[in-house]
């Protein structure tokens, strides 16, 4: 399994950023994906997740509003949309594979991640 995240980068207060992330090795329609992120000092959170057949979706809440988390089996990608960047939003964002169809927090794999700075 294979997860790799794209899209991240240092931008303004305000700033948009659309993270990717290209998965294979897996049947992406069997799991749920979601995007987790982690701060220097601080415990890892889950950010967003969307189930396997991308009826349910979860939104941290100092997510919602914000982002948006969409997937293309097709293309075997999850994205992130986040709009309204906030500092607070800085951190190493990267995407997992659920260990269900649906969204528990949980998961078997995991990607490497991909950096969001956010600052003036």
């Known amino acids: 399994v294979q997860l790799q995240a794209s899209g991240g980068g240092s931008v303004q207060p305000g700033s948009s950023l659309r993270l990717s992330c290209a998965a294979s090795g897996f049947t992406l329609e069997d799991y749920a994906l979601a995007w987790f992120r982690q701060a220097p000092g601080q415990e890892r959170e889950a950010v967003s997740c969307?189930?396997?057949?991308?009826?349910?979706?979860y939104y941290e809440d100092s997510a919602k509003g914000r982002f948006t988390i969409s997937s293309d089996n097709a293309k075997k990608t999850v994205y992130l949309q986040m709009e309204g960047l906030k500092p607070e939003d800085t951190a190493l964002y990267f995407c997992?594979?659920?260990?269900?169809?649906?969204?528990?927090?949980?998961?078997?794999?995991r990607g490497q991640g991909t950096q969001v700075t956010v600052s003036s």
């Open positions: 969307i189930s396997s057949s991308g009826g349910f979706k």
């Open positions: 997992a594979v659920e260990r269900f169809y649906y969204c528990t927090g949980s998961f078997l794999y």
